[in-house]
């Protein structure tokens, strides 16, 4: 799976990429993330990517033309499934989803930076907008990283324990249940005893029935 971040500030996608599951995902042949930046591909003398909103107010605007050139160019060299606006007014971003994005093949991300990116390119390529939650952050840079970080760990041979993108959160409708490792007894703090009884059925019987009971608590809305 091949992701296209489009980006103003290419420099703050590079860490995230570069570490633990990620990193190994792009290194095993499984997913590919190029950033472009988008300064590369505005056609003006000072490689400037924003202007002035029409109809007045305050914050700048991305033009449309770099990212239109931008994006003509990749859709020149392969077919993409998704044009997605990483943007605070567009559905909020959940397993489901992420689910959904990764069985795709090529994605195109774009960040926005500044007041937004002009309506047409939205109108124009745009086919999904993705929101990481009630807030507004800079820009979409982090939000991006967000998104691919969600999306690459489900992509089936990128976990080194497959089963484990399966029992996380929010994959059942439902949150984890509690975790532990050594030692078994921590100044009197101990871990359940059925963890330690090498029954596998109890054990996944336990973590069920805590999982249920932590979702209830917690996020009674998933269960509805
Ligand atoms: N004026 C816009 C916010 C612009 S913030 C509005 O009110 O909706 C600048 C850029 O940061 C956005 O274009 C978007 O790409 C990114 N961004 C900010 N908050 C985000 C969020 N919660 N989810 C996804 N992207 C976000």
Same mark, same amino acid.
């Given at each position: 799976?091949?992701?296209?971040?489009?980006?103003?500030?290419?420099?703050?996608?590079? #860490?995230?990429?570069?570490?633990? *599951?990620?990193?190994?995902?792009?290194? +095993? &042949? =499984?997913?590919?993330?190029?950033v472009h930046n988008l300064r590369d591909y505005a056609n003006n003398k000072h490689k400037n990517v924003d202007d002035y909103p029409y109809g007045g107010g305050s914050g700048m605007v991305m033009a449309i033309q770099p990212f239109a050139s931008c994006i003509e160019k990749l859709k020149s060299e392969r077919e993409y499934d998704e044009v997605?606006?990483?943007?605070?007014?567009?559905?909020?971003?959940?397993?489901?989803?992420?689910?959904?994005? #990764?069985?795709?093949?090529?994605? *195109?991300?774009?960040?926005?930076?500044? +007041? &937004? =990116?002009?309506?047409?390119?939205?109108?124009?390529?745009?086919?999904?907008?993705?929101?990481?939650?009630?807030?507004?952050?800079?820009?979409?840079?982090?939000?991006?990283?967000?998104?691919?970080?969600?999306?690459?760990?489900?992509?089936?041979?990128?976990?080194?324990?497959?089963?484990?993108?399966?029992?996380?959160?929010?994959?059942?409708?439902?949150?984890?249940?509690?975790?532990?490792?050594?030692?078994?007894?921590?100044?009197?703090?101990?871990?359940?005893?059925?963890?330690?009884?090498?029954?596998?059925?109890?054990?996944?019987?336990?973590?069920?029935?805590?999982?249920?009971?932590?979702?209830?608590?917690?996020?009674?809305?998933?269960?509805?």
């Amino acid at each position: 799976m091949r992701f296209d971040i489009i980006s103003v500030l290419p420099g703050l996608l590079e #860490s995230p990429f570069a570490h633990s *599951i990620l990193q190994r995902a792009q290194k +095993k &042949g =499984i997913s590919e993330i190029v950033v472009h930046n988008l300064r590369d591909y505005a056609n003006n003398k000072h490689k400037n990517v924003d202007d002035y909103p029409y109809g007045g107010g305050s914050g700048m605007v991305m033009a449309i033309q770099p990212f239109a050139s931008c994006i003509e160019k990749l859709k020149s060299e392969r077919e993409y499934d998704e044009v997605i606006f990483m943007s605070p007014d567009g559905e909020t971003l959940n397993q489901g989803i992420a689910n959904q994005l #990764s069985i795709k093949k090529n994605i *195109i991300v774009l960040c926005g930076h500044y +007041k &937004g =990116i002009d309506q047409r390119i939205r109108d124009m390529y745009v086919t999904r907008e993705i929101s990481i939650g009630d807030y507004v952050l800079s820009g979409g840079e982090l939000p991006a990283a967000i998104l691919v970080d969600a999306v690459v760990r489900l992509i089936p041979g990128v976990l080194s324990d497959e089963t484990s993108a399966l029992s996380d959160s929010f994959q059942d409708d439902m949150l984890d249940a509690p975790i532990y490792t050594r030692p078994a007894d921590w100044n009197g703090h101990k871990v359940p005893d059925v963890l330690l009884s090498g029954n596998a059925a109890e054990i996944e019987k336990w973590r069920f029935e805590q999982a249920l009971e932590r979702t209830k608590q917690r996020r009674p809305d998933l269960l509805e």
